[in-house]
């Protein structure tokens, strides 16, 4: 069984051909950083008209690479959404148009699914399990019950863990994207200098929250001698925020793991997805987490932690071993929540 999938819901075009068997016959990705970088951030428009320039190239590429013609594919794949919805368009309706030439069935995936299956084939990991979501645009904890069967535990109320790295990132002057230069910053830093605050750490439930941490940190950075920031100042407060956040989301994880273990007793497994997965300081706390909690800790490689099209081919794998394949009138979805159910967030400045 294998599969074409596509990826253009953020700043990363992408496309890849995966067997049934989890086997990456090709990945062909494109960043459009270098794009969005004078900006300090991804500007849609931009991204949008980058992935309608590259897509059909990239496509080619990893069809090329992977030795197999659209004869042989069982499915196309492609991200209908959550993300930036002129992308998002893109990628879905080149899907539609390969489906429709080539008569093949259509997967139309939910980007945040992509990230919460990828442990299936990088770590064989057997549902259900406990899902720890950290991007640039959510950051969830949830529950897998299987394909398509998610239970939300906990969301934050204000920004995104990746979010808060970009953010403090821009603040300190270390540019875009935030999390990796940060976690660079911090590796020479003094974690102790600043007592930034741990949001929520110790309260019930397992929501998060990032934006009083934000704040603490500009007030930091605004209380040094101005004209004197120097390289330690900006390593010891990127050390202080990525310590004071990773222990704010260990808190909430722990939490997380005590409502699963009792929920779902054959549950073996905490796994983390998305681009902030990438961080070390945050794998190591999990591992400890994991450990006390009886759980083992899942993280797949980085490259298929941030975003990329493995995973949509994946998910798009597991949806057509199911027989979940989808019309060609699937609309591209700016939101998408994986738990419909869920209640919305309150807080700050919410988001669902
Ligand atoms: O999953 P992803 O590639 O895109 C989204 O769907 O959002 O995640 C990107 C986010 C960015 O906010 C980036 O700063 C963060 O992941 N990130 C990191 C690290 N690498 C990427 N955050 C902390 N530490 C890292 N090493
Ligand atoms: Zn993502």
Request: hydrophobic share 45%; aromatic share 6%.
């Amino acid at each position: 069984m294998i599969v074409l999938g596509i990826e253009t819901s953020c700043d990363e075009t992408a496309a890849a051909v995966v067997d049934g068997d989890g086997r990456v016959l090709s990945h062909a990705v494109l960043s459009q950083i270098a794009e969005h970088v004078p900006y300090g951030g991804i500007v849609p428009e931009i991204a949008a008209r980058a992935h309608l320039a590259h897509l059909d190239r990239l496509i080619t590429k990893a069809m090329d690479e992977a030795k197999v013609s659209y004869a042989d594919l069982a499915g196309v794949a492609a991200t209908a959404g959550p993300g930036l919805i002129g992308g998002v368009i893109v990628g879905l309706m080149t899907a539609k148009a390969i489906a429709a030439v080539h008569d093949i069935p259509l997967m139309a995936v939910n980007h945040l699914e992509g990230h919460a299956l990828t442990a299936r084939f990088t770590d064989n990991v057997e549902f259900p399990y406990l899902l720890l979501l950290v991007s640039g645009g959510h950051c969830q904890l949830l529950a897998v019950e299987g394909v398509g069967r998610y239970r939300r535990l906990g969301t934050t109320v204000d920004d995104a863990a990746g979010e808060a790295f970009d953010k403090v990132a821009k603040m300190l002057g270390l540019g875009y994207p935030g999390g990796p230069a940060i976690e660079r910053a911090a590796s020479s830093g003094d974690k102790t200098r600043f007592a930034f605050p741990r949001p929520l750490k110790g309260k019930p439930g397992c929501d998060f929250s990032f934006s009083g941490l934000k704040t603490a940190v500009r007030l930091a950075a605004e209380a040094l001698p101005e004209g004197a920031f120097t390289e330690k100042d900006v390593a010891d407060l990127a050390a202080s925020f990525q310590t004071a956040l990773v222990d704010s989301i260990a808190d909430r994880v722990a939490r997380a793991t005590d409502i699963f273990r009792k929920a779902y007793p054959n549950g073996k497994s905490l796994v983390v997805a998305g681009g902030v997965a990438a961080n070390t300081a945050l794998r190591d706390v999990l591992m400890k987490t994991a450990t006390k909690a009886g759980l083992s800790l899942a993280v797949p490689p980085q490259a298929l932690c941030t975003d990329n099209a493995v995973m949509i081919a994946w998910a798009g794998i597991e949806r057509l071993k199911l027989g979940l394949t989808d019309a060609l009138d699937f609309k591209a979805r700016p939101r998408w929540p994986l738990d419909p159910d869920a209640p919305k967030a309150t807080g700050a400045g919410v988001k669902a």
